[in-house]
């Protein structure tokens, strides 16, 4: 059973930074694409970045581009992500998902992920 737990959510300043992580057990981490979302509140759930099994190709919406980093320790099972100059709009919950797949597919649902963990809030403040 695929468990997804995310954390390092919390309370920043805008223009501050915080790093989100995301352990992962279950099955054998390093064979697929990870990725995060996030659904702030009111809206639907979007696609924030995402990263295929072995972590050399990356791919993220253009809201997060140039201030969000996605990597991955296969030896850890763990998955990040690092947030710079956070905005006030970048509030949400935050949620790691994994694929059936080793890499993310940007024309499918969710970008192939499949297994989601419960998330961890994320409020940026004025």
């Known amino acids: 059973q695929v468990q997804l737990v995310e954390s390092g959510g919390g309370l920043v300043l805008a223009g501050g930074s915080l790093r989100l992580s995301c352990a992962a057990s279950g099955r054998t981490f390093s064979r697929y694409a990870m990725a995060w979302f996030r659904q702030a509140p009111g809206k639907e759930r979007e696609f924030v970045a995402a990263?295929?099994?072995?972590?050399?190709?990356?791919y993220f919406a253009d809201s997060v581009k140039g201030r969000f980093t996605i990597w991955r320790d296969n030896a850890k099972n763990t998955v990040y992500l690092q947030m710079n100059s956070l905005k006030l709009e970048d509030t949400a919950v935050y949620y790691c998902?994994?694929?059936?797949?080793?890499?993310?597919?940007?024309?499918?649902?969710?970008?192939?992920?499949?297994?989601w963990g419960k998330g961890t809030l994320v409020t940026v403040s004025s």
């Open positions: 998902a994994s694929g059936e797949g080793d890499t993310y597919y940007p024309g499918a649902e969710n970008y192939g992920m499949h297994y």
């Open positions: 990263i295929n099994w072995g972590g050399h190709s990356t």
